[in-house]
Each structure stands twice: as C-alpha cells, then as structure tokens.
Nanobody, 122 residues
Framework: QVQLVESGGGSVLPGGSLRLSCAASGVSWRLHCMGWFRQAAGKQREWVSSRSSGGSKTYADSVKGRFTISKANATNALYLQMNNLKPDDTAMYSC????????????????WGPGTQVTVSS
C-alpha cells in the first residue's frame, strides 16, 4: 500500500526558496513515476514536475529553471527544491505516484498525499 506525506510548505517572500519533501512508503522507485502537482485556489490541479522510474526528470515550462525534483539516495523521499519563488507559485502542492510511465495528467496517478501549502507573498 502506497502512502505519501508531504512537508516543507510555508510562507515566503517573492524570490525566496523552499524545499518540499514527500515521504513515500510502499513505492517501488524502479516501477513508479513520482510527480509533483499544485492547485491554486479556484483553479484546476496543475502538473509541476515528474521523476520517472528510470530517473528522468521533466518540468512544466512555468517552473523550468527554478524548480528541481530529486530523490533522496538513502531514504524513500522525493524532494522539490523551489527557488526564485513567485506569487503565481502560491498553491497547495501534492506529490503523487503511478506505476509505469510518467504523464502530466493528474487523473492517471493512483496515489496522492494530502498536500502542503506554499504561499508566496510580500
């Protein structure tokens, strides 16, 4: 059984940084795609980044060059390093898992964490 729990959210000034963590249990890193999604108030859930079972990383254009997805070597944790944050990055961020190849379609992910709130404001 897959369980995902995010942490690391908070409030930051524009230009600041945060690192989100997703503690993952029951996940096979060699078989699962792991993704980060976000949902701002009143908007649809939006794909942010994915890490494939082979280690390939992809990013939405809106975060490319500012966000970095990574996996902890020694623990079952997925990270999202977010730099140069902007007010438009304000959202609830969730990690998700799905067996097989990655996709940016959230409906195709089978397991979700409860999310962690990120607020970027001056």
């Amino acid at each position: 059984q897959v369980q995902l729990v995010e942490s690391g959210g908070g409030s930051v000034l524009p230009g600041g940084s945060l690192r989100l963590s997703c503690a993952a249990s029951g996940v096979s890193w060699r078989l699962h795609c792991m993704g980060w999604f976000r949902q701002a108030a009143g908007k649809q859930r939006e794909w942010v980044s994915s890490r494939s079972s082979g280690g390939s990383k992809t990013y939405a254009d809106s975060v490319k060059g500012r966000f970095t997805i990574s996996k902890a070597n020694a623990t079952n944790a997925l990270y999202l390093q977010m730099n140069n944050l902007k007010p438009d990055d304000t959202a609830m961020y969730s990690c998700a898992a799905r067996p097989g190849s990655c996709t940016n379609d959230p409906t195709r992910y089978t397991d979700w964490g409860p999310g962690t709130q990120v607020t970027v404001s001056s």
